[in-house]
């Protein structure tokens, strides 16, 4: 039944997201964490990027992650010299974890899992109705 392979094509859109969120989620909670060691550096920002998987048992496209990667960007620095991890210039490098791109993706993950679950719900209505229309 096509209605069934559309609410698994969704439900891995839903598991991806879920991802998704879990790792902007661990880059928030890591965006002011600093070295104590000015050799050590701090928390790198990490990205999801996902690919097509076709399920061969279901005949279905599904979403599954591909990787996650560490974003490149500089870190920040801020001055302060009596910090333990500044270096000689008595500056601190801070992650390179920006709070309102991670406020932005979060907002669009939390879109693709909402709409995810609406077509879910769409094709859950369909067979409902369906198998009632078929009683009558």
Excluded: C, W
């Excluded at 989620?25 to 097509?52: C, G, H, L, M, T």
């Excluded at 979060?106 to 369909?126: C, T």
């Amino acid at each position: 039944m096509d209605l069934v392979k559309s609410m698994m094509i969704s439900a891995s859109g839903i598991r991806a997201q879920s991802f998704r969120m879990r790792i902007i989620s661990e880059n928030i909670a890591n965006s002011q964490s600093v070295s104590s060691d000015p050799r050590v550096e701090p928390y790198r920002r990490k990205v999801v990027s996902f690919k097509n998987e076709v399920d061969r048992a279901l005949g279905v496209p599904m979403v599954k992650i591909d990787k996650v990667t560490r974003d490149k960007a500089e870190f920040g620095q801020r001055y302060e010299p009596g910090h333990p991890a500044a270096d000689k210039n008595g500056y601190v490098k801070l992650p390179n974890v920006n709070g309102l791109i991670e406020t932005m993706d979060m907002q669009q993950a939390q879109r693709s899992y909402e709409a995810n679950l609406n077509a879910i719900e769409a094709s859950k209505q369909m067979i409902i109705r369906t198998i009632e229309m078929l009683q009558e």
